[in-house]
């Protein structure tokens, strides 16, 4: 059973930190590339940072370029979040999600494997 399964959402206050986490199982981790994408209530999901094909470089959403880092570690099929210097703005549901390839952009369509997402709730 193909699963991803985040972690790490929570609340926190503007200016604060958190790493999310996206744990893989069923399907082999380093063959696929994973993207981070977010959904704030009323709005489209978002891509935020997503890896194009293995080995490749990762995209960052303009509004959170130098804020956040996606990174992984294929020995625990993990791939992570972290979000420094959060803002209200960033209050959201965070997926993690996996494709074979990512098209630049990091669209949300075309994904196919996602999580159930994690709530991250950035107070004033």
């Known amino acids: ?3 991803l399964v985040e972690s790490g959402g929570g609340l926190v206050q ?3 930190s958190l790493r999310l986490s ?3 199982s069923g399907f082999m981790f380093e063959d696929y590339v994973f993207g981070w994408f977010r959904q704030a209530p009323g709005k489209e999901r978002e891509g935020v940072a997503c890896i194009s094909e293995v080995d490749g470089p990762t995209y960052y959403a303009d509004s959170v370029k130098g804020r956040f880092t996606s990174s992984s570690d294929n020995a625990k099929n993990t791939v992570y979040l972290q979000m420094n210097s959060l803002k209200p703005e960033d209050t959201a549901v965070y997926y993690c999600a996996a494709a074979g390839f990512i098209a630049p952009g990091c669209p949300a369509s075309g994904m196919e494997y996602w999580g159930e997402g994690t709530l991250v709730t950035v107070s004033s």
Request: hydrophobic letters at 35%; glycine letters at 22%.
């Open 22 to 24: 996206c744990t893989a």
């Open 1 to 3: 059973e193909v699963q």
């Open 14 to 16: 503007a200016g604060g």
